[in-house]
């Protein structure tokens, strides 16, 4: 699949961001912030100040709206790939030999 | 010899810990034969009684309260059960360390210790649930042996020496891309995503082009669901550096999956 060309952003955003970046940057709620908070989430508890920052950027930013829901969807990609490959319909098995060889070993054990 | 009332086996008993009382049969068996020796015949003789009165599974005495002995542990779970469970171990094993003949000895390792242990399967979870379990804590101790000694320097080049997200930002913090585009798909539910062959496809390249040391890292705390710490002690990075690294690993594999357009 070849990468498509990126779209424009919205003028909304653009209009917006011209105008309140320094705001947002200097409380930091900017979405290179938010961005952060949202990809550090699931490692560590957030601190009040942080939840409460990155509440108000995706309430108010209808593009970083999705970010926390794009990180946990890639969270059950992640694992449903990781099935998918080495589940139970995977063909990877232990060669007979090797079987053979643990089975002899544990008997020896015993 | 009221001195000699309390046998040498109740005297180890009440000092050694419970770990090595019940797991190191054979050690105390050796305690007594040492101690027996500086001993009277009429000690050895009550302590010989005792050891046997053990083996037979009877009770014993410690200290003039009757406790119950434990049986001799007894093997209930044939070797052909376990093995049952031998490929599915190996496909366990080989998915975490990639590696053919390391997940072959992981196996055996996971096996023997579980042969060993089979005593101390209580039957609360299922006997393949149990192996994995074990099998868990191998894969973990596979990579610290392979790793080196963490350090707050081990952040590789390629590990993350370049943030990802820089090309994303403008200077003032603000999107260059639209974050959403390409990307729909991953706001689905889970049971659309495990269906979507092709996302599945797309992670598993982005996945492949992560560092090893990202990838470890990432499927120990994402897959195996083991806290930040854990998985950085397994990972052999530390636990400041693994924090940094998992958030660029999602990051990396992020700005992949968008690059590559996937579509819904």
Redesign the interface.
């Known amino acids: 699949?070849?990468?498509?060309r990126?779209?424009?952003?919205p003028i909304t955003?653009r209009v917006m961001?011209a105008v309140m970046?320094?705001i947002?940057?200097v409380l930091g709620i900017?979405?290179?912030?938010t961005?952060?908070l949202c990809?550090?989430q699931?490692?560590?508890q957030l601190t009040v100040s942080e939840a409460f920052r990155l509440r108000i950027h995706l309430m108010m930013c209808g593009?970083?709206r999705?970010?926390p829901?794009?990180?946990s969807?890639?969270?059950?990609?992640?694992?449903?790939?990781?099935?998918?490959?080495?589940?139970?319909t995977?063909d990877?098995?232990?060669?007979a030999e090797?079987?053979e060889?643990?089975?002899s070993?544990?008997?020896e054990?015993? | 010899m009221n001195y000699y009332r309390y046998s040498i086996e109740s005297v180890i008993h009440s000092i050694l810990p419970e770990s090595v009382r019940t797991e190191n049969n054979s050690a105390k068996t050796r305690c007594i034969a040492i101690a027996n020796e500086n001993l009277g015949p009429e000690v050895v003789e009550k302590n010989s009684q005792s050891a046997v009165n053990e083996s037979r599974g009877n009770t014993t005495t410690h200290r003039g309260i009757k406790l119950p002995s434990s049986p001799m542990p007894v093997k209930s779970i044939p070797i052909e059960a376990l093995m049952q469970h031998a490929d599915s171990l190996y496909r366990f094993a080989i998915s975490r360390v990639k590696d053919h003949h390391a997940a072959e000895d992981l196996v055996q390792e996971c096996l023997s210790v579980a042969w060993q242990r089979i005593d101390t399967f209580d039957a609360r979870s299922s006997l393949g649930t149990w192996l994995i379990g074990i099998m868990k804590f191998k894969v973990i101790d596979h990579f610290r042996r392979s790793k080196r000694t963490p350090t707050d320097q081990n952040i590789e080049p390629g590990d993350g020496d370049a943030n990802p997200v820089d090309s994303l930002f403008d200077a003032h913090g603000s999107w260059k891309v639209n974050p959403n585009h390409g990307l729909e798909m991953l706001a689905k539910s889970p049971d659309q995503l495990a269906t979507n062959h092709e996302a599945l496809e797309w992670i598993r390249f982005c996945l492949g082009k992560l560092p090893e040391r990202l990838r470890v890292l990432f499927n120990l705390r994402e897959v195996d669901g083991l806290d930040v710490s854990s998985a950085a002690s397994a990972a052999g990075v530390t636990p400041g550096s693994a924090a940094v690294l998992l958030t660029r690993s999602r990051q990396r594999l992020r700005i992949c999956l968008q690059e590559n357009g996937i579509q819904p």
């Not at chain 1, 699949?1 to 498509?4: A, D, G, L, Q, T």
């Not at chain 1, 990877?92 to 060669?95: G, I, Q, R, V």
Request: hydrophobic share 30%.
């Open positions: 699949m070849k990468p498509e990126q779209p424009l952003l955003y961001h970046w320094p947002l940057k900017s979405c290179r912030a961005y952060e990809s550090e699931p490692d560590r593009l970083c999705h970010l829901a794009q990180f969807g890639m969270r059950e990609l992640v694992r449903c790939a990781h099935t998918d490959e080495h589940g139970e995977s990877e098995c232990l060669s090797a079987k060889r643990i089975a070993k544990l008997r054990i015993s």
